[in-house]
């Protein structure tokens, strides 16, 4: 993939990040987390990535606890889900 393709697709990912971080950061009152991955900044940009994935890994670990706690008889699984496989990848 070319650099200038690579880097459209960051882009458009990075903003649907965002995106989806104001509707659960709203939706579960999360805006410090909203806050910390939107800051999540550094010189080396695969150190910038690995700290905003942490910070999304933060997030979406809140959500489905307090997902759980609304959600009668639901069991927790610590087992990621498979990969989802994508298009022309």
Known sequence: MDIGSLAAREQVARERIERATDV???RYDL???AA???GARNR???VEAMMRAEKIADLL???VT???K???GAQRSREPAPPAAKKGD
Do not use: G, M, S
């Open 24 to 26: 659960l950061a709203d």
């Open 31 to 33: 805006a410090d987390l």
């Open 36 to 38: 910390a991955i939107k």
């Open 44 to 46: 080396d940009v695969r």
């Open 61 to 63: 670990e809140v959500v």
């Open 66 to 68: 307090k997902t759980e």
């Open 70 to 72: 609304r959600t009668p």
